[in-house]
């Protein structure tokens, strides 16, 4: 006969294996540690010595400039890209497809010397009614230092990038929001602007910091281009001192320093483009409570 | 409200075949018809939501979406199109309330932003709106936080807001759980009771014979039968009315 007693006690599932796993990664860890720490030939006393000289920061606030600007203009015309791929207008969507196609389609790294060498093509530069009078000439040669050069490249290869994020993230969001701001009177930039854009942000921002992350190691190509920016400054010491892998460290720890904060940015400007989710856009990586007890729970 | 031989079609699709209308001030309207029938893109038309492939729309003598110039019918642009759409409310099936907003802005949104009204006094005018339909005390929730039945009153008052001549209702019950149909039912009643002109679409018989003035039955893109309520439930005159009601009735 089955026994209906109710007062049983419970006990979760013990798992054993997951236990003996932790203990073998634990130790593997401390042996990495251990070999690092201890081998002579990282010379972390180099490290410690490189990593703050004025050198290396002023190279690692290069490289921020270089990522600050090129990912702000690159984001820019990024969504100017993606309205204009979604426009009903066949030119603007087939000028938008074509430079994704070009800008997505070859390597940063040429683009990066094409535009540092422009001046090989165009020796002038100038502004001007076309085919007519030109008022303003300037030397490509001075115009494009290494800096416009590198702008330039990883600006506008990362616009080929967002064009694609942006689009995915406005395809993304429901059709009955269109529908509902347009029955509002709003117009289409309206619309735009305050319904359809911000609710495409959840999308489009956990790519977007992915994109900032890889721009801020990307900075380090326009090393080829002789900008001073965090590994061409540690570049610049080795090769004098030699000391290869301490410098490298030293740039790792930077880009390291810097994604660490990228990581925690996007981790608020997530949950503020969460804040209409049920949970007021924490991410939960338990199990939420059912929705009804949330809703109940709704302060009013 | 008068609509003359509208048609409209999605490539080989004719989803509207002729349609004419009429709807005076004042008057509740409720469409009836099987899903496919046209309902939903009849109403898009109706503010222009969607093209006309041919006849005219008005709504309180103003032509809607178009400028006539003699016998032709010139597009208007998107910016009067939208101005002649903020003075008609429309409500979704789906609710669609903007979901990064919170209740009491997604009311003020468009007053503000489009009709440039002050801040100020929309809010207090949404406020008045949300407590008429039972939800003031949600202002500040967002939408996630709510149930449908108040998420579509919320997209009433927001209609509302706009202080629209004609409100067009599409299906506005059928994606709720069966106890909060009564609420936005209760609702668009008292919207009636207060005389506002309205074009509902709906599958509530019940709320057609009690608050509608004139019951349209609509099937294949075409008005197949009209009249009064309570004669059209009563004696529906057309084989395809009789087949219809019977299954929803
Ligand atoms: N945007 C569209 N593109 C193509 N076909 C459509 C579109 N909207 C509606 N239809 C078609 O038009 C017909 C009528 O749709 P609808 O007006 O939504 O009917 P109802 O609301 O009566 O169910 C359906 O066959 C539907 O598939
Ligand atoms: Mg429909």
Redesign the pocket.
């Known amino acids: 006969m089955t026994d209906l007693d109710a007062d049983l006690v419970v006990v979760p599932r013990r798992s054993v294996g997951n236990l003996a796993g932790t203990l073998v990664v634990l130790v593997l860890a401390a042996m990495l540690v251990h070999t690092i720490v201890v081998n002579p030939r990282f010379e972390w006393d180099v490290v410690a010595r490189y990593l703050t000289v004025e050198a290396i920061a002023a190279g690692a606030l290069l490289t921020i400039e270089l990522t600050v600007i090129s990912m702000v203009l690159g984001v820019v015309l990024g969504v100017v890209l993606a309205v204009m791929r979604l426009s009903r207008n066949r030119m603007l969507a087939a000028i938008s497809f074509g430079f994704v196609w070009f800008f997505r389609g070859t390597p940063l790294l040429i683009q990066l010397i094409f535009w540092f060498n422009l001046s090989a093509l165009y020796p002038a530069l100038s502004l001007g009614i076309p085919f007519g009078p030109e008022f303003v000439t300037f030397s490509a040669n001075t115009f494009i230092t290494p800096f416009v050069a590198a702008v330039l490249g990883l600006t506008l290869n990362e616009a080929a990038y967002m064009a694609e994020i942006v689009r995915g993230g406005l395809l993304g969001v429901d059709r009955g929001q269109t529908s509902a701001a347009q029955a509002l009177g709003m117009s289409r930039t309206l619309t735009l602007r305050r319904v359809v854009l911000p609710q495409a942000m959840r999308i489009i921002v956990p790519p977007t910091a992915n994109q900032t992350v890889a721009m801020l190691k990307n900075t380090s190509l326009v090393s080829v281009l002789g900008a001073a920016e965090l590994l061409h400054s540690a570049q610049i010491i080795y090769s004098r001192t030699y000391q290869t892998i301490p410098l490298l460290i030293v740039a790792a720890l930077w880009y390291l320093a810097m994604t660490t904060v990228l990581s925690i940015g996007q981790y608020y400007i997530e949950r503020y483009y969460r804040r209409g989710d049920i949970g007021g856009g924490r991410i939960r990586l338990r199990r939420s409570k059912p929705a009804h007890v949330q809703i109940m729970g709704v302060p009013s | 409200m008068q609509v003359r031989g509208v048609r409209k079609s999605?490539?080989a699709?004719d989803?509207l075949r002729g349609i004419d209308l009429d709807v005076e001030t004042g008057e509740v309207c409720c469409i009836v018809?099987?899903?496919?029938?046209?309902?939903?893109?009849?109403l898009?038309c109706i503010n222009h939501l969607?093209k006309l492939d041919a006849g005219q729309i008005h709504v309180d003598g103003t032509l809607i979406g178009y400028r006539r110039a003699g016998r032709r019918l010139h597009e208007l642009s998107e910016r009067d199109a939208a101005r002649q759409r903020s003075a008609i409310g429309m409500v979704f099936q789906q609710f669609n309330l903007f979901p990064h907003l919170t209740v009491l802005n997604n009311v003020v949104e468009a007053p503000v932003r489009v009709k440039r009204e002050r801040p100020a006094e929309v809010q207090d005018r949404a406020l008045l709106l949300l407590d008429r339909v039972g939800l003031r005390s949600k202002a500040h929730a967002y939408p996630a936080q709510l149930s449908g039945g108040q998420q579509q009153r919320v997209a009433i008052a927001r209609a509302l807001a706009m202080r629209p001549r004609l409100m067009l209702f599409?299906?506005p019950t059928s994606a709720l759980d069966p106890e909060l149909v009564g609420d936005v039912l209760e609702t668009m009643r008292a919207l009636a009771d207060d005389g506002m002109t309205m074009i509902v679409?709906t599958h509530e018989i019940g709320f057609a014979r009690e608050v509608g003035d004139v019951l349209v039955f609509?099937d294949d893109?075409v008005i197949v039968e009209r009249g009064a309520p309570a004669d059209v439930l009563a004696g529906p005159t057309e084989e395809r009315t009789r087949v219809f009601l019977s299954k929803v009735l």
Do not use: A, I, Q, W
């Not at chain 2, 018809?33 to 009849?42: A, C, D, F, I, M």
């Open positions: 999605y490539g699709v989803v018809g099987p899903s496919g029938s046209g309902k939903s893109t009849l898009r969607e599409d299906e679409v609509m893109g």
